[in-house]
């Protein structure tokens, strides 16, 4: 990893803390109304399912088809978390899925791990942000984890113009907030603060924990050679990603909540449901309840 990736990667962890600590501190002085919430949640969710659907279960595994235009809009929305550029999000994700919990894993919490408890905290800070700072691994080489996408002239588009979206996604809540207070200064800083770098901050935590605690904590009842696991606490924050050791047994599946229960609690499968009854998408992976029998661990 070269020092402006290592330089950029610390920027975008330490600025939205930093914005994270003001924005207590102005709560705890009733700084910030239904209107900052409204916004913070809005571009949450809009920002959260360009990571699921577009850079996840789109992009990376391909678990359904759809036009241009929606790949285009899913792919800026997902530049709008702030979490890397399309292609090299990909290149990463489908490198973690090449070398699980082994040697070659960006972000395993067990790829290296001391012994004892000290050991564990090590490794859950790697697998949760350390990765990005350390430059351990180095990024994942884009022609060969996603030759797919180098070659797409619309998403490469998207993914060289990721410092604009970065613009963007700081520039709406800003906006947004100017005119729904009254064309208010004070409105368009606390709608930049709450709905750009607080939400931002929220959702790099939210993402990260999916490599770092469901990697460590949580169930398993599938027979795969990895240490993924289930963590229902955190499945709505994720929009369904923290279904993480479904997710692994299948990684094509569009759907990461497969019980009945699961599924009421991965939006991202309910958002792609609903697209595939409208024609905005096609194709969809399914699992079938015989073939997750089939890896099943048996008793549980």
């Known amino acids: 990893m070269t020092r402006v990736h290592r330089i950029t990667n610390l920027l975008a962890v330490v600025l939205p803390f930093i914005a994270f600590i003001a924005a207590i501190a102005l709560l705890w002085n009733r700084a910030v109304g239904p209107t900052d919430l409204a916004i913070m949640a809005v571009l949450y ?31 800026i929305l997902g530049s709008m978390a702030v979490e890397g550029s399309t292609i090299t999000w990909v290149a990463d994700h489908r490198r973690h899925h090449a070398f699980t919990d082994e040697e070659g894993d960006p972000h395993s919490p067990h790829v290296g791990r001391r012994p004892g408890v000290l050991g564990a905290i090590h490794g859950l800070y790697h697998a949760h942000v350390g990765w990005m700072l350390s430059g351990r691994h180095g990024r994942a080489s884009a022609h ?14 998207v993914d060289r113009m990721f410092l604009y979206w970065v613009a963007l996604t700081l520039t709406l809540p800003a906006v947004a907030g100017f005119v729904l207070s009254g064309f208010s200064l004070v409105g368009a800083a606390t709608g930049l603060l709450w709905g750009g770098l607080v ?16 990697h460590f904590f949580g169930s398993r009842r599938f027979d795969i050679d990895d240490e993924s696991r289930n963590v229902f606490w955190l499945a709505l924050p994720s929009l369904g990603e ?11 599946s569009a759907f990461h909540g497969l019980k009945p229960i699961e ?11 609903t697209m595939e009854k409208v024609g905005l998408v096609w194709n969809v992976v399914r699992v079938s309840p015989e073939r997750q029998a089939q890896k099943a661990i048996v008793g549980v």
Do not use: Q
């Open 242 to 252: 923290a279904w993480h050791h479904n997710h692994h047994a299948f990684p094509t």
């Open 45 to 75: 969710f809009s920002t959260a399912i360009g990571i699921t659907v577009g850079y996840h279960r789109l992009f990376t595994h391909r678990a359904f088809e759809t036009s241009t235009p929606v790949r285009v809009a899913f792919a």
């Open 199 to 214: 939400r931002i901050f929220m959702l790099h935590h939210v993402t990260w924990s999916i490599n770092s605690v469901c």
């Open 144 to 157: 060969r984890f996603a030759p797919d996408l180098v070659k797409d002239k619309p998403i490469r588009w």
């Open 263 to 273: 599924k009421l609690a991965d939006p991202t499968g309910l958002l792609i449901a």
